[in-house]
């Protein structure tokens, strides 16, 4: 397809297992990556011998797998799950060996199953669909949908979710996967949080794209356009709020004064939305909380908007404090995608601009403002170590968050008063 290789992974024919090894060692230091599965690793390149797997027992650990040199390619790749993965080149000959036709089918833009006798085997293979049809913009074909549909997923652990739906959430699009995921049953079997939106109704004046489900999708491509200037966590936490920020509609919408309205659904997602992250089993990543992020996106991402129709009332010590709860940048972006997910109505989504504007300009957009006043301070002033110390740290903090105190000098002199 033209598109850059991550990683090359080599399938050696007719040499046994022992051999291949001593032939790999003057390379470098050969690892084995599990003795059954006969592959070696020797630095980032992945060596093996054509395996043949039989199903033993549930999940993607229930297989007993033996490498065979003598199999023929055809047999060797009919292992493969989809035909565009069973592709194998000879570099040797310079000869594109693919019994199943996947370039066919790449150049169809489709996804085909190679066996659909042993697909089902390992049931993460339907998430792989979604995420290979959103990334790839491929479609999947009529058989492999029926089988996908019809296999169950509740052998796979948190991890082996993750990674697939992580995979998904970086596409062109998601959308497309998530599109598909609803129609083969997997929203349904592993994403409660996510059905629970579909049929949930919208005002139509707000919300001219349909019920909550079509907003999401919207809302979830609006963000990925919106991230890439983001380290790895933080494009994360940003799509993951996406995914989670309306989880509180449902148990909130109702017809209200003419109106379908969903009063509080921001702080009524926060429990569905950690449910979700749960059963994810997303938490920190590379030391940044995730998590965090994610519900202080789903209960604040009302807050843009909101503040700048009164913008003019609203303090600077609001968006300090605001930013004790949420990466405000975070915050702008997901609230921005949130109104621009509204197609097709055009809105004025501006209030996210001066809002991360007026952020950047307190210096709080990624943090609140450090405390000025620190607990050595206060012992200074001849008070005995004990809870009178917090107190005191915490009310001269208040006072700086509105702006009352801005110097060390005030802070002390603000803390002196406050001694018996």
């Not at 070696?40 to 797997?53: A, F, N, Q, T």
């Not at 693919?98 to 042993?118: E, K, M, Q």
């Not at 909550?212 to 940003?238: E, S, T």
Request: aromatic share 6%.
């Amino acid at each position: 397809m033209g598109r850059p290789s991550k990683d090359i992974d080599i399938e050696v024919y007719g040499v046994p297992a022992d051999r291949l090894r001593q032939l790999l060692e003057p390379f470098g230091r050969v690892e084995t990556v599990g003795e059954s599965f006969q592959v070696y690793k020797l630095g980032d390149i992945d060596v093996s011998l054509p395996r043949r797997e039989s199903k033993s027992g549930r999940g993607h650990r229930g297989f007993d797998v033996a490498g065979d040199p003598g199999m023929s390619i055809e047999d060797a790749a009919r292992r493969r799950d989809f035909t565009i993965n069973a592709i194998a080149w000879d570099p040797l000959t310079d000869e594109y060996l693919d019994p199943f036709d996947g370039r066919g089918d790449i150049a169809r833009r489709l996804l085909r199953v190679v066996d659909p006798a042993t697909f089902g085997d390992d049931s993460l293979r339907v998430l792989r669909a979604v995420q290979f049809a959103a990334r790839l913009e491929f479609e999947l074909d009529a058989a492999a949908h029926a089988l996908c549909r019809a296999i169950p997923l509740d052998d796979l652990p948190a991890e082996r979710v993750w990674g697939e739906l992580e995979k998904l959430l970086f596409a062109p699009r998601p959308s497309i996967g998530f599109a598909l995921a609803m129609e083969l049953g997997v929203v349904e079997k592993l994403f409660p949080e996510l059905q629970a939106l579909t049929g949930c109704p919208q005002e139509p004046e707000w919300h001219p794209e349909g019920d909550v489900w079509v907003h999401n999708l919207q809302v979830i491509d609006q963000a990925r356009l919106r991230i890439d200037d983001l380290p790895r966590p933080q494009q994360v936490a940003v799509m993951l709020g996406a995914v989670c920020h309306d989880f509180g509609k449902p148990a909130t919408t109702a017809f209200t004064d003419g109106r379908m309205r969903s009063i509080d659904h921001e702080e009524q997602g926060v429990a569905p939305a950690i449910a979700f992250l749960d059963r994810i089993n997303v938490h920190s990543i590379d030391g940044y909380d995730v998590r965090r992020q994610v519900v202080g996106m789903v209960a604040q991402h009302l807050k843009p908007g909101m503040w700048f129709k009164v913008r003019d009332e609203v303090g600077d010590g609001a968006f300090r404090r605001l930013a004790q709860k949420v990466d405000l940048e975070l915050l702008a972006r997901l609230a921005k995608a949130d109104c621009t997910g509204r197609r097709p109505g055009e809105f004025d989504c501006s209030a996210m601009d001066w809002f991360l504007e007026r952020a950047r300009l307190l210096g709080v957009e990624h943090r609140p403002p450090a405390p000025i006043l620190l607990g050595r301070h206060v012992l200074a002033l001849g008070i005995a170590p004990g809870p009178r110390v917090g107190e005191i740290l915490k009310s001269v903090y208040e006072q700086q968050l509105d702006g009352k105190v801005t110097t060390l000098d005030e802070a002390i002199e603000t803390a002196r008063l406050m001694l018996p």
